[in-house]
T-cell receptor, first 112, second 113 residues
Framework: TQLLEQSPQFLSIQEGENLTVYCNSSSVFSSLQWYRQEPGEGPVLLVTVVTGGEVKKLKRLTFQFGDARKDSSLHITAAQPGDTGLYLCAVDRAGNNRKLIWGLGTSLAVNP | KAGVTQTPRYLIKTRGQQVTLSCSPISGHRSVSWYQQTPGQGLQFLFEYFSETQRNKGNFPGRFSGRQFSNSRSEMNVSTLELGDSALYLC????????????FGPGTRLTVL
């Protein structure tokens, strides 16, 4: 059983569409990170959310941490082919940003 | 500044063999962590080294080991390879041992036949 459940597992959309992906858990976390991993590369940190209800924006990406700090969502507006990749969420249970627990990810394909 | 580099990028081995993977962190970074990534299990933490000392360890068998050199370069070794060891092995570096963003390398794709 995965501690972090990400949905959907796969998503294929057309350029210009909006989308939301989710990261859910039954546990409470002090912080949660979102990464994007492109084919042939390692994950790249997009954002860290730490406060319940927090909303962070990174250009066309909007990240929200749930009020109860058990879940998070990532919304992409007007998706572009460059957004294609595997979106991963991760939580730090050891408090040292090292022994991260990862979700399996949402694989996003944005078609031109 | 050059990013994290990993060698080799691809590797094919057979069951029972052993393998050594190498990671060169970003210049000035002293922390190196290793992760295994598979489609079914996702990313799983293997271990972290800081200043040549293992600081954290994940739940992997003793066949998985690592070390770090004085120049912060790190190697991980897997002995007696099993089919289930086929995975992407990722290395990440950070400037300190805690709290700082990790920067990942492109990984080594290991296939065990």
């Amino acid at each position: 059983t995965q501690l972090l459940e990400q949905s959907p597992q796969f998503l294929s959309i057309q350029e210009g569409e909006n989308l939301t992906v989710y990261c859910n858990s039954s546990s409470v976390f002090s912080s949660l990170q979102w990464y994007r991993q492109e084919p042939g590369e390692g994950p790249v940190l997009l954002v860290t959310v730490v406060t319940g209800g927090e909303v962070k924006k990174l250009k066309r990406l909007t990240f929200q941490f749930g009020d109860a700090r058990k879940d998070s969502s990532l919304h992409i507006t007007a998706a572009q082919p460059g957004d294609t990749g595997l979106y991963l969420c991760a939580v730090d249970r050891a408090g040292n940003n090292r022994k991260l627990i990862w979700g399996l990810g949402t694989s996003l394909a944005v078609n031109p | 500044k050059a990013g994290v580099t990993q060698t080799p990028r691809y590797l094919i081995k057979t069951r029972g063999q052993q393998v050594t993977l190498s990671c060169s962190p970003i210049s000035g970074h002293r922390s190196v962590s290793w992760y295994q990534q598979t489609p079914g299990q996702g990313l799983q933490f293997l271990f972290e080294y800081f200043s040549e000392t293992q600081r954290n360890k994940g739940n992997f068998p003793g066949r998985f080991s690592g070390r770090q050199f004085s120049n912060s370069r790190s190697e991980m070794n897997v002995s007696t390879l099993e089919l289930g060891d086929s995975a992407l092995y990722l290395c990440a570096s950070s400037s300190t041992s805690a709290g700082n963003e990790q920067f990942f390398g492109p990984g080594t794709r290991l296939t065990v036949l």
